[in-house]
């Protein structure tokens, strides 16, 4: 009878997403188990399609994600936000000038880096304009919660010292308040970029994204972490604790933590790595029992399903 239901899902979700489905298959090279996911990459789309946890549509909105960081690790530092509002044209002048970043809230690549120099406002107007009426972002990828984000533009302090151009990225792994692991980034804004992966102990792991570093981006073996790296792993695990997956983004600048932004979508749901095991790791730290909407017993159909679900998973 599970068997059945799986399938039902199955081919319900192919006929329902039939676009989602056939992008996965291309971009992946294989067929997803959506009613019965397994590896990772599925069981984020598999997120698309089913689970509706509100705190995802909450803090997919950039500034609220920030906040949302800064209530509950108050020992972690955020970017000044100098300015907010609903259209380019009404950011001050003034507001631009010294190392500012102009982002949107509502989606991912939103940004425009100022550094010194003279701002060509009509340029910045019509990309920031055009970038706050993509929306909903996410919508041809399925990802939903950025659906009930309202567009903001707004105008960050720039995270520069004269010792360190750009701060280090930190981008944890977590699953239901458990960090797994994490992909370090150096250069990423002004270059040359270098990444890799490491355990939340520190640890370095072997693999890397395929299509996101290349072979020749690797960063040195001997390459020394920020020292508030344990501190980013300890907040990761407190941010994390009422979600079953997300990548929780930190900044660091000699040696200080900043909030940056949580991600529920990594990569759009298509990543592959240079070390298999890398994906196998990712994919049996995540388990859907703990998700939204496997505990939020739903009616119908769906209420079947997780019921069927929930049995398999705790027998795996």
């Given at each position: 009878m599970g068997s059945?239901?799986?399938?039902?899902?199955?081919?319900?979700?192919?006929?329902?997403?039939?676009?989602?489905?056939?992008?996965?298959?291309?971009?992946?090279?294989?067929?997803?188990?959506?009613?019965?996911?397994?590896?990772?990459?599925?069981?984020?789309?598999?997120?698309?399609?089913?689970?509706?946890?509100?705190?995802?549509?909450?803090?997919?909105?950039?500034?609220?994600?920030?906040?949302?960081?800064?209530?509950?690790?108050?020992?972690?530092?955020?970017?000044?936000?100098?300015?907010?509002?609903?259209?380019?044209?009404?950011?001050?002048?003034?507001?631009?000038?010294?190392?500012?970043?102009?982002?949107?809230n509502h989606g991912s690549g939103f940004n425009i880096f100022i550094q010194e120099q003279k701002v060509d406002r009509q340029n910045l107007n019509a990309q920031v304009n055009r970038w706050l009426r993509h929306h909903p972002y996410g919508r041809k990828s399925g990802e939903w919660g950025y659906r009930p984000v309202e567009p903001v533009v707004y105008v960050e302090r720039m995270l520069c010292t004269d010792r360190q151009a750009e701060p280090v990225q930190l981008n944890f792994s977590t699953f239901a308040g458990s960090p797994v692991m994490a992909l370090v980034i150096t250069g990423a804004v002004h270059g040359p970029r270098l990444a890799g992966m490491f355990a939340a102990d520190g640890?370095?792991?072997?693999?890397?994204?395929?299509?996101?570093?290349?072979?020749?981006?690797?960063?040195?073996?001997?390459?020394?972490?920020?020292?508030?790296?344990?501190k980013a792993a300890g907040c990761a695990?407190?941010?994390?604790?009422?979600?079953?997956?997300?990548?929780?983004?930190?900044?660091?600048?000699?040696?200080?933590?900043?909030?940056?932004?949580?991600?529920?979508?990594?990569?759009?749901?298509?990543?592959?790595?240079?070390?298999?095991?890398?994906?196998?790791?990712?994919?049996?730290?995540?388990?859907?029992r703990r998700s939204w909407f496997m505990t939020s017993h739903g009616s119908g159909w769906r209420k079947a399903y997780a019921q069927h679900l929930d049995a398999i998973l705790s027998r795996a």
């Open positions: 059945l239901i799986f399938r039902a899902v199955d081919l319900w979700a192919c006929c329902r997403h039939p676009l989602l489905v056939a992008r996965f298959f291309r971009t992946l090279g294989y067929l997803p188990s959506i009613g019965l996911p397994d590896t990772y990459n599925e069981k984020i789309l598999w997120r698309k399609i089913f689970d509706r946890n509100p705190l995802i549509g909450t803090l997919s909105d950039k500034l609220q994600a920030k906040q949302h960081v800064v209530e509950t690790c108050p020992e972690i530092k955020s970017a000044e936000v100098l300015w907010s509002g609903k259209r380019a044209e009404d950011i001050p002048d003034e507001v631009l000038l010294g190392n500012v970043v102009v982002k949107t640890r370095r792991l072997a693999g890397t994204p395929h299509h996101f570093i290349r072979p020749d981006q690797q960063l040195p073996q001997d390459y020394e972490l920020p020292k508030c790296f344990h695990a407190r941010l994390g604790e009422l979600l079953d997956y997300a990548r929780i983004d930190f900044l660091a600048l000699e040696d200080e933590l900043f909030a940056s932004e949580i991600t529920f979508y990594t990569l759009g749901g298509y990543a592959t790595y240079t070390d298999p095991e890398t994906e196998r790791l990712l994919s049996r730290a995540w388990d859907l």
